[in-house]
């Protein structure tokens, strides 16, 4: 299978433990992106990377959460102190894209759905 | 904030009506993109519109970008059982952020 995966896809945990997911984007794929959806609602944007570059960071990311792309390929996204409001499910998507607007289209992991008890 | 504003959010008809879901915003995108997302699953793309006005078709769905790129349609012919879904609609906007609409829950009755 060449598409996104997401591991864990299923992750529950109590409040306040420390939780890591991680995304592996299609491999030739530059730019890898972070959504957290809940139940009935789109996507919401939390950030994204070019190669192994932090670019955007949405205002939804608290300083609880951190995200890398330490070499360019895979990207792991760690919720520090878990609170129930972040159960939801964390989707990762990536895409091939040069210059400032690609019009390329992203490409989704099934996500990985965390339940804080 | 969702900047995109889907409607409806739900929509139930019976096998072989027609519908329509929009996608509407204040502000323009440089591309717009439909998905279909099924329960437990990630997004699957179905088309991305770049021009205003461009009008794309994929079997029994057209899309259509807005002339002013700013608001988006999607309309099936004679839906089926397998379009149930949660269509949503996201456009790419200043600092390749992907927008996200509000999502329309369809449901077609055998």
């Known amino acids: 299978d060449t598409g996104v995966s997401q591991d864990p896809r299923h992750k529950i945990t109590k409040r306040g433990q420390n939780v890591t997911f991680r995304c592996d984007p299609i491999?030739?794929?530059?730019?890898l992106y972070w959504y957290r959806q809940t139940l009935g609602q789109g996507p919401e944007f939390l950030t994204y990377?070019?190669?192994?570059?932090?670019?955007?960071k949405s205002r939804l990311l608290s300083d609880r959460f951190s995200a890398e792309r330490p070499k360019g390929s895979f990207s792991t996204l760690e919720i520090q102190r878990t609170e129930q409001g972040d159960s939801a499910m964390y989707l990762c998507?990536?895409?091939?894209?040069?210059?400032?607007?690609?019009?390329?289209?992203?490409?989704f992991g099934d996500g990985t759905r965390l339940s804080i008890l | 904030t969702q900047l995109l504003e889907q409607s409806p959010q739900f929509l139930s008809i019976q096998e072989g009506e027609n519908l329509t879901v929009y996608c509407n915003s204040s502000?323009?995108?440089?591309?717009l993109q439909w998905y279909r997302q099924e329960p437990g699953e990630g997004p699957v793309l179905l088309v991305t519109?770049?021009?205003?006005?461009e009008v794309k078709k994929l079997k029994r769905l057209t899309f259509q970008f807005g002339d002013a790129r700013k608001d988006s349609s999607l309309h099936i012919t004679a839906a089926q059982p397998g379009d149930t879904g949660l269509y949503l609609c996201?456009?790419?906007?200043?600092?390749?952020?992907?927008?996200f609409g509000t999502g329309t829950s369809l449901t077609v009755i055998p």
């Open positions: 998507a990536s895409s091939l894209a040069a210059g400032a607007y690609s019009n390329q289209p992203q490409h």
């Open positions: 990377f070019q190669n192994e570059a932090q670019l955007e």
């Open positions: 519109v770049v021009t205003g006005g």
């Open positions: 491999s030739e794929h530059n730019r």
């Open positions: 502000s323009v995108f440089s591309s």
């Open positions: 996201a456009g790419e906007g200043a600092g390749n952020q992907f927008y």
